[in-house]
């Protein structure tokens, strides 16, 4: 059974740091073509953050997130990381990882093309 589980969530002053990972059984993560992190806020939608390359070589990024937030794999651990640095109250939300087949298009951001979801980790923001 594949499954994606997120850790590294919590509560954390603004400016201050969190680094989430998600981590695959199952499935080896080297074998997606595309993995990423989504984000969803209280009565928001859910919103692209990131995503890499299945070779780790390129990565995409949310608005005006590139900068702050960096996107990273370590197949040999089975695991796509997601560095938020800088963090603001309106980063406030329930995090996700995913991964897919579909190699990319240039529809990454998409997230209903994404085959495979992690059950969520919530980070918190206080100002």
């Known amino acids: 059974q594949v499954q994606l589980v997120e850790s590294g969530g919590g509560l954390v002053q603004a400016g201050g740091s969190l680094r989430l990972s998600c981590a695959a059984s199952g499935r080896t993560f080297s074998s997606y073509k595309l993995a990423g992190w989504f984000r969803q806020a209280p009565g928001k939608e859910r919103a692209f953050v990131a995503a890499?390359?299945?070779?780790?070589?390129?990565?995409y990024y949310g608005t005006s997130l590139e900068g702050r937030f960096t996107i990273s794999r370590d197949n040999a651990k089975n695991t796509v990381y997601l560095q938020m640095n800088s963090l603001k109250p309106e980063d406030t939300a329930v995090y996700y990882c995913a991964a897919r087949d579909l190699p990319n298009s240039g529809d990454y951001a998409l997230d209903w093309k994404y085959d495979f979801w992690g059950q969520g980790t919530q980070v918190t923001v206080s100002s």
């Open positions: 890499i390359t299945q070779n780790g070589i390129f990565t």
